[in-house]
T-cell receptor, first 113, second 118 residues
Framework: KAGVTQTPRYLIKTRGQQVTLSCSPI?????VSWYQQTPGQGLQFLFE???????NKGNFPGRFSGRQFSNSRSEMNVSTLELGDSALYLC????????????FGPGTRLTVL | AQKITQTQPGMFVQEKEAVTLDCTYD???????LFWYKQPSSGEMIFLIY??????QNATEGRYSLNFQKARKSANLVISASQLGDSAMYFC???????????????FGAGTRLFVKA
């Protein structure tokens, strides 16, 4: 069974631009979560989607948004990029249910210049 | 507020020996899950082990075991017979919430970097 895939793997943008990251979950997984990882703040929860609905959101500004499609694929968008948005963005998928064991993708490394 | 604390920024262990990575948590929710993940230098997070708050027994997965002490709110990871490939960053994580009522939110500790010496 294929794992979680994220595209692109690496991205370089300049301040003020916007970016869209994509995540394809493991087949059959309907829950997708996004995380931001930086050396200073560690791993921080961005949002969780299930059945095209955002069920939870972390403490990030409105410039960070996401969505989930009917095939469970998810996209994350960051508008008006700032230098501090440089990070590894990780997507994780899980089966719906109590345990919610998450399987992570390889991440997208975003660099903002 | 929910919180995960990993007090060991770095740990060294001799190959083939056992090592314990500490994790304490704080939550007021009686229903929660605790996870350990491994992150090698490649960056990908690898799931290691899970413990539910209502589980009576400590979880084990191969060389990994979780020492769950609910009253002390600790969930330490024990790696037996360390291997060179175990050198990585290890994260403790806690999931709060209920699937039916609103989904989950997972928070991670700061991590412990493990170095396995030959």
């Amino acid at each position: 069974k294929a794992g979680v895939t994220q595209t692109p793997r690496y991205l370089i943008k300049t301040r003020g631009q916007q970016v869209t990251l994509s995540c394809s979950p493991i087949s059959g997984h309907r829950s997708v979560s996004w995380y931001q990882q930086t050396p200073g703040q560690g791993l921080q929860f961005l949002f969780e989607y299930f059945s095209e609905t955002q069920r939870n959101k972390g403490n990030f500004p409105g410039r960070f948004s996401g969505r989930q499609f009917s095939n469970s694929r998810s996209e994350m968008n960051v508008s008006t990029l700032e230098l501090g948005d440089s990070a590894l963005y990780l997507c994780a998928s899980s089966l719906a249910g109590t345990r919610n064991e998450q399987f992570f993708g390889p991440g997208t490394r975003l660099t903002v210049l | 507020a929910q919180k995960i604390t990993q007090t060991q920024p770095g740990m060294f262990v001799q190959e083939k020996e056992a090592v314990t990575l500490d994790c304490t948590y704080d939550t007021s929710d009686p229903s929660y899950g605790l996870f350990w993940y491994k992150q090698p230098s490649s960056g990908e997070m690898i799931f290691l082990i899970y413990q539910g708050s209502y589980d009576q027994q400590n979880a084990t997965e191969g060389r990994y075991s979780l020492n769950f002490q609910k009253a002390r709110k600790s969930a330490n990871l024990v790696i037996s017979a360390s291997q060179l490939g175990d050198s990585a960053m290890y994260f403790c994580a806690m999931r709060e919430g209920r699937w039916i009522t609103g989904g989950f939110k997972t928070i991670f500790g700061a991590g412990t970097r493990l170095f396995v010496k030959a």
